[in-house]
């Protein structure tokens, strides 16, 4: 079975930086993409990032365009999104999702991503 596990979540301040992993168990597949979506209480789901099978497209949702970066380590089968100048308004529980698929591309829908993770808490204080 496929799983995706995130880490790396935690409490820090204003202007900070945190860098997430999200490793992945079991069958998959290098030709898969990789997405983080975000959640705060009382909203929806919320598209991050992305990043196709090959690493070389990328996506990112507005509220973090040039602050956060999305790289993929296959043979550690593991994504990261590195989180710089962090804000108050990106706490959330952040979830790492894989799109299956042959030479996936990386999408903004979280309705095209199969598996996910539990979530990893991101708290940024003022």
């Known amino acids: 079975q496929v799983q995706p596990v995130e880490s790396g979540g935690g409490l820090v301040q204003a202007g900070d930086s945190l860098r997430l992993s999200c490793t992945v168990s079991?069958?998959?597949?290098?030709?898969?993409?990789m997405g983080w979506f975000r959640q705060a209480p009382g909203n929806e789901r919320e598209f991050v990032a992305a990043?196709?099978?090959?690493?070389?497209?990328?996506l990112y949702g507005n509220p973090v365009k040039g602050r956060f970066t999305i790289s993929r380590d296959d043979a550690e089968k593991t994504t990261y999104l590195q989180m710089n100048s962090l804000t108050p308004e990106d706490t959330g529980v952040y979830y790492c999702a894989s799109r299956s698929g042959r030479f996936a591309q990386a999408s903004t829908d979280r309705y095209e991503y199969d598996f996910w993770g539990q979530g990893t808490q991101v708290t940024v204080s003022s």
């Open positions: 079991g069958r998959t597949s290098s030709r898969w993409a």
């Open positions: 990043i196709s099978w090959s690493g070389t497209y990328t």
